[in-house]
């Protein structure tokens, strides 16, 4: 008795014309979904460098100032003025007690305004506070 | 009569092979340059807010004391001295390796002044001294007393170098310029 293997008669190939469209789909899923909540900074600044620095560990917690070159300060998405930091912030902090203040501040900036700025945090009692810097090479 | 022959065109057909290739590149083009803007920078706790009626002066003995003030100009002064910015961090460290098996009430405290003028770079290159310095000074102590890196330590031998060495800066209020 002659026994014959038995053979699918379909092709075995996995058909490769619709993996462009997939990736496709997996490259836009990746375009789109990285939308990072960035506000729209309104000041020019250039942070300083630093070496010994850490991670903000926890992003939920942090909340961004930044005080460009000209001396401006924008709190969210707008610009503030210094004697109105107090009661943002202390919003801020009633809703989010452990508020992180991350201080992105243009290195050329005085320390006047640091200063003020630091004063009305304290007002606020938001007291932990992040010198933004990059990292030194 | 001449024939003209009529040219056969050939079939038109783009080659779709190496189109997953090209999104392929693509994709991880994307993947790799979205850099997700990291959160690093210099961690600090300001002191709580005490109007100045009710604030008490604490008196605090000169050697615990590191004073360190940076003028408009750039100049810094460390207890007195004139020094440069990359000298802080190693005139800080012996000081703080002096003051690991002090009580608690006697470690040092390095004191941070700047004035109005000075330029914010400067100041946080200083802090950066500073806290490289403790930095350093910590991650000696983790190596020669547990024999490992300061971020291999379990969280009660983190917790007791952090009561060794605790970091403690005090940002002094600047001086008004006078005018």
Known sequence: MK????????????????MPDIVFMLLLFFMVTTTLREHDVLVSFKLPDAKAIEKIENKRLVSYLWV???????????????????????????????????????????????????QELRKASCLRINYSTYLKL | MVKIKKRKLGEAEI???????????LLLFFLVSTTIDVDTGIGLTLPEFIEVKDQVFVPISKDRLANLLINEQGDVLLDGDVIA?????NNLKARIESKINQPKNKKLIVSVKTDRKTNYNLYIQALDQVKGAYAEVKDTYATSVYGRKLYDLTQDEDKDVREKIPTIISIAEPEQVKK
Do not use: C, H, W
Request: hydrophobic letters at 35%; charged letters at 25%; a positive charge.
């Open chain 1, 3 to 18: 026994f014959t293997k038995k053979r699918a008669s379909t092709k075995q190939e996995i058909p490769t014309a619709s």
């Open chain 1, 68 to 118: 460009g070159g000209d001396g401006r300060i924008q709190i969210d998405d707008s610009l503030v003025k210094l004697n109105e930091i107090q009661s943002i912030m202390y919003g801020k902090r009633v809703s989010l007690p452990n508020i992180i203040v991350s201080l992105r501040i243009d290195r050329n900036s005085d320390m006047g305004v640091v200063t003020d700025i630091q």
């Open chain 2, 15 to 25: 080659p779709t092979s190496s189109m997953a290739d090209i999104a392929f590149l």
């Open chain 2, 85 to 89: 910015i990359p000298q802080i961090k």
